[in-house]
């Protein structure tokens, strides 16, 4: 995958709500750019999308108590993003800790928003695996690969186990 699409990632993370860690993604499919995305965060009530002063998972490990903040993650907000303005009801229904089943997913997506994403390729910055539910959304819009920037995963998985938290 060319670096441009890393570097284009890299910078939509930087709209992230997260304070543990900013990612960013990006769905490419014959070298266009499809749709963007970055993790949103919404803590004790707050919508996603809304500034986050404390975050509440800023110590445990990744992928775990995932319902202390309810994070839409960079993956899913790209998948999602291929239809611009989405009212927050149709965001939250993807929050990490609900993890929607695939019909769910399928009924979420228009049958043409599926053909677009089927067989693109998904770049990630800022970590260095996806969960299982954005696994799961990925696959089930027939999204092919997953690929993760090595310098900003490997360190964001440094700083993970220097924590204590892998």
């Known amino acids: 995958m060319s670096k441009r699409f890393f570097e284009i990632a890299s910078r939509f993370s930087k709209h992230s709500t997260c304070?543990?860690?900013?990612?960013?993604?990006?769905i490419v499919k014959n070298n266009e750019i499809l749709s963007?995305?970055?993790?949103?965060?919404?803590?004790?009530?707050?919508?996603?999308?809304?500034?986050?002063?404390?975050?509440?998972?800023?110590?445990?490990?990744?992928?775990?108590?995932?319902?202390?903040?309810?994070?839409?993650?960079?993956?899913?907000m790209?998948?999602?993003?291929?239809?611009?303005?989405?009212?927050?009801e149709e965001l939250a229904v993807f929050a990490s800790h609900l993890r929607p089943s695939k019909d769910e997913?399928?009924?979420?997506?228009?049958?043409?928003?599926r053909a677009t994403l089927a067989g693109a390729t998904l770049c990630l910055v800022g970590h260095y695996w996806a969960c299982d539910g954005c696994r799961l959304v990925t696959e089930t819009l027939g999204i092919s690969n997953i690929q993760f920037d090595k310098i900003t995963g490997m360190a964001t998985e440094t700083r993970y186990q220097k924590n204590n938290m892998t």
């Open 36 to 76: 963007t995305g970055c993790n949103l965060c919404a803590p004790l009530g707050l919508s996603h999308g809304e500034s986050v002063s404390v975050c509440p998972r800023i110590t445990v490990k990744t992928g775990t108590n995932y319902e202390l903040c309810q994070p839409l993650h960079a993956e899913v």
């Open 78 to 88: 790209a998948c999602l993003n291929i239809r611009p303005n989405r009212k927050p």
């Open 19 to 26: 304070l543990k860690t900013k990612t960013g993604a990006i």
């Open 105 to 113: 997913v399928l009924q979420a997506f228009t049958k043409e928003e």
